[in-house]
């Protein structure tokens, strides 16, 4: 049975970048799952699928067929034959048309390329779907028009809430699961998360870790601290519940990079702006998985449990505002993708205000986003959005308050607030 491909936020960048512009060669990266070659093959003529042993075997007798075919070339899991990177670069010096080359890898091989591939290849990031490519409600709210700094009114209604949040959480963002029955979900998500410790790290990531249990743990305590940016010495002693001896940084940071090279973190960095416009900011990324559905398969609780309010999280409130922010994350960074923005976080160091999301143009101006699992809004939510409103002037281009609500609209203050399920790119 053959499918209707659903574009994706990231089809507007290739559109313009690939099609368009005629960049030469383009990888797509992102974790195993999240539609990349489903995505890059709507422009391939050619396809070499490097999963496949039988091609991989000929690749490797003969790396340079993989570039003489009809183009565009998709190059699928490059990873599994790391020379092709260089191949594709090579190809692109000695003058290789626009629109000629794309590769889709879900690792970055250990040892890397011997080039960057800087101003050669273009690397791209590929997310599970945000809300809106879930085609779940139509969005009355573009992101793009936030980041303009016009304020224009916002608007809209939804029948979504906090039970179609949660299941949505769970649910996952992966394509591919979204059409099973919760149970075949559950094993799906499970043995994805089995192949990472078993295979992809060794056989994709080129690393060998020494105990999967201990690496288990880790990123079961990596999944607790969602939306939060909890200490290394918290997520060890999370990990390592009742022993004597822990795990050196050195240990840890060995499961950190093996996860981070698969694409399954995907920390939000903390916002530094120039200028020291703002004093004693906090330094520590902010912890994220790829997709919240693998947080909540790791802690062990479906929509229910969720609901319920079960689930220890090492921050807080409840675990389901924590992967509730995790899905707006998810969702606003594919949306920033596409306008070239940038997303951080902001915490002084004290604590004495925090942002959940920061969003940077290219001209260092500001779209500031707060994240609220709650139907309504008052002055107490908005204390550090005004906050920064103080500091930042005429830089700060926008805010909102994006929660589980009804309505979208704008306070009497001039803040928006906007349902998750009516933001849109």
Request: proline share 6%; hydrophobic share 40%; charged share 25%.
């Amino acid at each position: 049975m053959t499918t209707t491909y659903r574009r994706r936020t990231i089809d507007l960048i290739l559109d313009e970048l690939f099609v368009v512009d005629g960049l030469r060669a383009v990888a797509i990266e992102g974790a195993k799952g999240v539609g990349k070659t489903s995505t890059a093959a709507q422009r391939a003529r050619t396809i070499h699928r490097l999963d496949d042993q039988a091609l991989l075997g000929v690749a490797q007798a003969d790396p340079s067929r993989l570039l003489a075919a009809p183009r565009p070339v998709l190059i699928d899991e490059w990873q599994r034959l790391p020379q092709c990177w260089d191949l594709v670069r090579r190809a692109v010096d000695d003058g290789a048309p626009g629109g000629s080359f794309l590769l889709a890898g879900s690792a970055q091989p250990s040892p890397p390329p011997m080039h960057s591939g800087a101003g050669r290849i273009t690397q791209m990031r590929m997310r599970p779907l945000a809300f809106s490519e879930r085609e779940l409600q139509e969005p009355s709210v573009s992101f793009a028009e936030l980041l303009t700094g016009t304020r224009t009114p916002v608007d809209g209604q939804t029948q979504l809430g906090v039970r179609e949040y949660a299941e949505e959480i769970v649910r996952s963002g992966l394509p591919g699961l979204r059409r099973l029955k919760p149970a075949a979900r559950t094993v799906e998500l499970d043995s994805y998360l089995t192949r990472v410790v078993q295979r992809d790290i060794p056989d994709e990531a080129g690393m060998m870790i020494r105990s999967e249990d201990a690496l288990r743990r880790w990123m079961t305590a990596y999944a607790a601290a969602s939306s939060s940016t909890a200490r290394w010495e918290t997520l060890r002693d999370a990990a390592t519940p009742g022993e004597g001896h822990k795990p050196n940084r050195k240990a840890t940071d060995g499961y950190r990079e093996a996860l981070g090279r698969l694409f399954l973190l995907d920390e939000v960095p903390a916002w530094l702006p120039s200028g020291n416009r703002i004093k004693e900011l906090g330094q520590s990324p902010k912890h994220q998985l790829a997709d919240p559905a693998l947080a909540a398969r790791l802690l062990g609780v479906g929509e229910e449990a969720l609901l319920r309010g079960e689930g220890d999280v090492v921050r807080d409130g409840p675990l389901l505002g924590a992967l509730f922010e995790s899905l707006v994350t998810l969702s606003v960074r594919t949306y920033a993708q596409a306008v070239s923005a940038r997303v951080r976080h902001l915490r002084i160091l004290r604590g004495d205000h925090e942002v959940d999301l920061i969003v940077e143009d290219e001209a260092g101006r500001v779209l500031a986003l707060e994240v609220k699992l709650s139907a309504t809004v008052d002055d107490d939510d908005v204390r550090d959005l005004r906050w920064l409103a103080g500091r930042l002037g005429d830089d700060l281009l926008d805010m909102a308050v994006i929660n589980t609500g009804t309505y979208a609209y704008r306070r009497a203050d001039g803040i928006a607030v906007i349902p998750l399920a009516l933001l849109g790119p």
